[in-house]
């Protein structure tokens, strides 16, 4: 069997979405060819290397304008040119297609869906099309092509009832959550991951990601950093920078101005967020749909941070209104929060178990087992 993930390079989520399911094949299945193919940077590198740039700097600069073509793209002449472009863009990846000779193309991304929906609808193509969308709310660029595309997999129940609303059949669609790593599924030895980080057993541990994919709203973000450190009470933190450079100097002043080095420990870039997660209590990030899956697989509460308007504001409201997170506004005190939600243990406890209503942590291997066993 033949199979071809694609994916593009528009934020970490898609990209480690496709990794997981392909890591998940090569590991469990015999007599299966895999590859994983970024499918703008095959089809155009010069366009995929503008618009992921173009993507990043808009994120991370001005938002607000991501925002509104977010939004723009569900519907009107954005939607269209967004659709008749990948159009145009989908004869060069025939060539691809055609030279695969694919049984099975799974998409994480959807210019991916669209391309072979247009090429399958056009009669280029007879492979069959799966779709994996990975946030917790739908956007009908997932859609377009869905009369040809044959397994959508969605978050949660409420996305299956829209996309059934968008009469897309019932069967197509599988509530499966997000694709994450197989490591959010082993069972680790906590004292050993507690004494490697120098951390205490008796205190609540507080996960901090603070770089973001972009190093977006570094001062807002270096601001709830430090409500978190100066309070007076029985925590610990563990604040990952990333590949941020700034972001870690400015953690490392604040631990410094308050003589908290016993307490909070500095991580530039790790691979342990399996590990990390297993000994936390709560999850201070940006709602991206990857990070929230492997916070609700390790039964995490989730304190919401910078969202990028669009998908990641939508996730956040999505998330509070189920009552896993606590979302940090720009008009917030972000001191106020923080300690009424630290000392409020009924509450976090609260927010903790909502956390396996949504929990999917075997979404990449229901998935495989779906597309692959059926």
């Not at 977010?70 to 145009?88: E, F, V």
């Not at 595309?149 to 019932?170: G, W």
């Not at 978190?228 to 604040?254: P, S, T």
Request: with cysteine.
């Amino acid at each position: 069997m033949k199979i071809l993930i694609f994916y593009a390079s528009y934020g970490g989520g898609h990209i480690n979405a496709a990794k997981s399911i392909n890591d998940y094949i090569c590991s469990n299945y015999k007599n299966v060819d895999i590859e994983l193919i970024d499918c703008m940077k095959y089809v155009n590198k010069a366009i995929e290397k503008v618009t992921s740039v173009a993507y990043r700097e808009m994120a991370k600069k001005i938002p607000w304008a991501w925002g509104r073509i977010y939004s723009d793209s569900q519907k009107g002449p954005l939607a269209h040119i967004t659709s008749r472009s990948n159009k145009i863009l989908a004869i060069k990846l025939l060539k691809l297609l055609r030279e695969k000779n694919a049984d099975l193309i799974i998409s994480t991304h959807p210019f991916g869906s669209q391309m072979c929906g247009y090429l399958k609808r056009k009669g280029k193509i007879s492979s069959k099309i799966a779709t994996v969308m990975t946030d917790f709310a739908p956007h009908d660029q997932w859609l377009v092509g869905s009369d040809f595309t044959d397994y959508y997999f969605v978050a949660h129940e409420k996305m299956k009832q829209y996309l059934i609303s968008k009469n897309i059949l019932k069967d197509k669609i599988f509530v499966t959550g997000i694709p994450i790593s197989n490591r959010f599924l082993l069972n680790y030895n906590k004292n050993e991951i507690i004494n490697f980080y120098n951390l205490s057993n008796n205190k609540k541990t507080v996960l901090f990601f603070g770089g973001g994919e972009f190093g977006l709203g570094k001062n807002r973000t270096v601001s709830i950093f430090e409500s978190f450190v100066k309070l007076d009470c029985n925590i610990q933190i563990v604040a990952i920078a990333g590949k941020n450079e700034k972001m870690k100097n400015a953690f490392n002043e604040i631990v410094n101005k308050y003589n908290k080095s016993d307490s909070v420990k500095i991580l530039g870039y790790t691979n342990q967020v399996p590990e990390l997660m297993a000994i936390s209590d709560l999850v201070v990030t940006k709602p991206g749909g990857l990070t929230t899956s492997e916070s609700l697989a390790s039964n995490l509460p989730m304190v919401i941070i910078n969202p990028i308007p669009g998908q990641e504001e939508e996730n956040a409201e999505f998330l509070e209104n189920k009552g896993i997170a606590v979302w940090i506004k720009k008009s917030d005190d972000s001191d106020l929060v923080i300690k009424n939600l630290i000392n409020d243990s009924e509450k976090l406890n609260l927010m903790k178990i909502n956390t396996s209503i949504l929990a999917k942590p075997h979404s990449t291997e229901n998935i495989c087992k779906i597309l692959l066993e059926n």
